[in-house]
């Protein structure tokens, strides 16, 4: 399948079709796992320095707990990332997320008031940004995290433009 271009739609053989699904960029998988190594890796040696000195070297071994959370954290990360993905279709657009409990949100074009794109300053130095979708209905706001900026600016200009053209066909 090509992810590439802003295609509606995939055919497939019996005649029927599919939407094209896009998933996250990879840096978003970076700066979430260096994230977790960083605050945990801190808080790790801030417990075995504190036991260490309060409670004797054998209550130190403790500070491993946070090593283990990290490795823990580290695989549900990947899980998390690869379970992410978006797809643009001719009356709306698809967000998919969930391991556990799968979480599938459908957003039409002609219900979006406003499309933002955010950066944090962590999401800035990773070149990441967010999209964020309002509608009139609050529990149906999405938002797809982590694109690349050039990504996150073109769906926010492609979903403006399909959103404003079928507000006005209403």
Same mark, same amino acid.
């Given at each position: 399948?090509?992810?590439?271009?802003?295609?509606?739609?995939?055919?497939?053989?019996?005649?029927?079709?599919?939407?094209?699904?896009?998933?996250?960029?990879?840096?978003?998988?970076?700066?979430?796992?260096?994230?977790?190594?960083?605050?945990?890796?801190?808080?790790?040696?801030?417990?075995? %320095?504190? =036991?260490?000195?309060? @409670?004797?070297?054998?209550? $130190?071994?403790?500070?491993? &707990?946070?090593? *283990?959370? +990290?490795?823990?954290?580290?695989?549900?990360?990947?899980?998390?990332?690869?379970?992410?993905?978006?797809?643009?279709?001719?009356?709306?657009?698809?967000?998919?997320?969930?391991?556990?409990?799968?979480?599938?949100?459908?957003?039409?074009?002609?219900?979006?008031?406003?499309?933002?794109?955010?950066?944090?300053?962590?999401?800035?130095?990773?070149?990441?940004?967010? %999209?964020? =979708?309002?509608?009139? @209905?609050?529990?149906?706001? $999405?938002?797809?995290?982590? &694109?690349?900026? *050039?990504? +996150?600016?073109?769906?926010?200009?492609?979903?403006?433009?399909?959103?404003?053209?079928?507000?006005?066909?209403?």
């Amino acid at each position: 399948m090509e992810t590439g271009s802003p295609q509606d739609t995939g055919a497939r053989g019996d005649g029927t079709t599919e939407p094209v699904w896009r998933g996250l960029p990879p840096g978003l998988l970076r700066m979430r796992r260096l994230l977790l190594v960083v605050w945990l890796g801190l808080l790790a040696l801030a417990l075995g %320095v504190l =036991l260490g000195l309060f @409670a004797g070297p054998a209550w $130190a071994a403790f500070a491993l &707990l946070p090593l *283990a959370l +990290a490795a823990w954290g580290w695989v549900l990360l990947g899980r998390n990332w690869r379970s992410w993905r978006y797809a643009e279709r001719a009356d709306d657009l698809l967000i998919s997320r969930g391991v556990l409990w799968r979480e599938e949100t459908v957003v039409p074009y002609g219900r979006m008031q406003l499309v933002e794109v955010t950066s944090g300053p962590v999401e800035r130095h990773f070149g990441l940004a967010s %999209v964020q =979708l309002h509608t009139a @209905a609050a529990a149906t706001d $999405a938002t797809i995290p982590g &694109l690349d900026p *050039a990504e +996150a600016e073109r769906l926010r200009d492609r979903l403006t433009e399909l959103g404003e053209a079928r507000s006005a066909g209403l």
